[in-house]
């Protein structure tokens, strides 16, 4: 058969499995919820939208949650071990349009999200970590270089600088870009360790005591601490004397913006180490998941131990709903308030230091993923060739690493000066239902509709008589319900009104099936007809 009206673009896609257990754990756990990042802004945040909330009940509910996605995820995964996820999954059993719809919104997700990490880069890390050097070592350029950091000409540049970064990381090859992710992520973990450990030995007094003597000279009172406290109060914060469910509920909304993608290994599935195998990709989702949920349950109770609970939720009301009443020059984040607990300079340096490494891992798996959506929709003729090309060298695809570089910059450069990011941020979610919808139909079809290939696969599992694909799908869809009815109902989680979401929804569906049936017709003409991939799966 003639090249160019062959199947499938090539019969090898020129990628290497080299993505060990550990590298792939750590890129699914910094992509879904980056320890140190997480922590430092979105978990408290919801204090100030939700007070009287549980965070660690939620966080603990989110687990839940999230177990019977992981399972559906790992089954799906190891069935077809191959680059595209979900897309390779829902094209074999449901339908190449769908798969596309699927695959469009997963990819356009992970765009949002890796602007996003390089946005808040300077806001969420360099703007605290150098507010601490600078209130340590009494450097008032340091304290300024905090200051000015979080400004959107420095956001900006910081922005743009670390996309670049990570672009040159991922152009160097896959094993060299997972040991710069690993070395970033040790680092980042290391300070958030330490930073731990000042929280254990730390006690409320000198928190207290600390955090008067840094605040004074931006609020012009003794008892900053307290004044926080009375300010809040007087910009209509309520303080409860115990949690409320009520206010827990939406919380989850809040951790699941993060929690919800610990299934992300599976993009990485042609390019990882033994993906056939139905426990190791399970192991690796289920790590992620715990390391995530466990140091943010931790940190949390460590915080609310040394700064307390009332203080932790005014300070974060403040900043959320009443800026013009927030005394600080940086935001309220994790990293700053470990910089309160102890004078050893030392340790406030690495503290500092280390939160800086954060959101380099955070951003890989948001670029990766949609850098293979675009080499195996070229791999199956639904882009052009160009972006399935690899280079012999590193086995990067350089084409499709160039576009989705030059998207996040866009999405980076209108997100900077617009005031409607947190909005898109919450859009992201969408897609993640959207994707995860998609999926649990599959799952639900699979046994049924590719019965040899379900057969012979490591999905063959049955529970009580009933295929294990087919219970995770069900609960898989109704926590995909609850998630929906959260983004309703409560319009603090960044959705405005149910219209906005009919809208998105709409939109992801017809652009996807524009990208299918416009490919479809132009391969057509030129006598290939690409359902013909859709067959088979693809070689590796």
């Known amino acids: 058969m003639d090249k160019n009206t ?126 601490i050097l600078g209130n340590v070592l009494n450097n008032k350029v340091l304290a300024n270089i905090g200051k000015i950091a979080g400004t959107s000409g420095w956001t900006y540049f910081f922005a743009i600088f670390l996309t670049l970064i990570l672009a040159l990381s991922l152009s160097a090859g896959t094993k060299k870009m997972f040991k710069i992710q690993n070395i970033c992520f040790f680092i980042g973990m290391g300070g958030t360790l330490l930073a731990f450990l000042v929280f254990i030995f730390g006690n409320q007094t000198t928190f207290i005591g600390n955090f008067n003597h840094f605040a004074q000279q931006f609020t012009n009172s003794s008892n900053s601490y ?36 610990n299934f992300w290994s599976v993009y990485l599935a042609g390019e990882m180490k033994s993906a056939g195998n139905r426990k190791r990709q399970l192991s690796i989702m289920l790590t992620a998941l715990l390391w995530d949920a466990g140091f943010i349950i931790i940190g949390a109770l460590l915080l609310f131990r040394v700064a307390g609970y009332n203080f932790v ?11 013009n009443k927030y005394p600080l020059p940086v935001p309220p984040y ?48 639904i882009l052009p060739e160009k972006l399935s090309e690899v280079n012999e060298k590193t086995h990067s695809p350089i084409p499709a690493i160039i576009v989705i570089t030059t998207l996040v910059v866009a999405i980076i450069t209108w997100s900077t000066f617009s005031s409607s990011f947190f909005t898109l941020l919450s859009l992201g979610v969408v897609c993640g239902i959207i ?24 999905a063959n599992v049955n529970l009580f008589g009933i295929p294990v694909l087919v219970i995770t799908g069900v609960l898989s869809l109704l926590v995909m319900g609850l998630l929906t009815y959260l983004l309703v109902m409560y319009p603090a989680l960044g959705i405005s009104s149910p219209k906005l979401i009919i809208e998105f929804v709409a939109a992801v569906i017809l652009i996807g099936l524009a990208i299918y049936y416009s490919s479809y017709i132009i391969q057509k003409r030129k006598g290939i007809d690409i359902n013909l991939a859709y067959k088979e799966l693809p070689p590796e």
């Not at 109060?233 to 993608?261: D, E, N, R, V, Y």
């Not at 004078?343 to 891992?361: E, G, Q, V």
């Not at 994707?435 to 490591?458: G, R």
Request: hydrophobic fraction near 55%; charge should be positive.
């Open 226 to 261: 307290k004044m926080i406290i009375e300010n809040a109060k007087a910009a209509g914060l309520t303080l409860m004397a115990s949690h409320s469910f009520s206010a827990t509920l939406p919380t989850i909304g809040c951790i699941m913006t993060f929690m919800l993608w």
């Open 435 to 458: 994707v995860i919808s998609i999926v649990s139909i599959s799952a639900i079809m699979f046994p049924y509709v590719q019965k040899d290939l379900y057969k012979s696969s490591p």
């Open 334 to 381: 994790y990293n700053l308030f470990a910089g309160m607990i102890t004078k050893n300079s030392i340790i406030n340096i690495l503290i500092a230091i280390t939160f800086l490494f954060w959101n380099l891992p955070a951003m890989v798996g948001n670029t990766f993923m949609p850098i293979r959506t675009l080499f195996a929709w070229s791999f199956d003729r």
């Open 313 to 323: 939720q005014s300070i974060n009301f403040l900043y959320s709903n009443a800026p």
């Open 6 to 131: 062959s199947i499938f673009v090539r019969q090898s896609t020129g990628l290497v499995r080299e993505a060990s257990f550990l590298d792939t754990a750590i890129f699914t756990a910094a992509f879904s919820a980056p320890v140190g990042v997480t922590l430092a802004f979105g978990v408290f945040w919801a204090l100030g939208a939700f007070p009287g909330t549980d965070i660690v009940l939620a966080t603990a509910l989110s687990i839940v949650l999230d177990i019977p996605i992981l399972i559906m995820m790992a089954y799906m995964a190891s069935s077809m071990p191959r680059t595209g996820g979900d897309y390779i999954w829902v094209s074999r059993i449901i339908s190449p349009p769908i798969a596309v719809i699927s695959n469009f919104a997963a990819a356009l997700s992970a765009c949002i999200g890796a602007a996003y990490w390089a946005r808040v880069w300077a806001s969420m890390c360099i703007g605290p970590s150098f507010t």
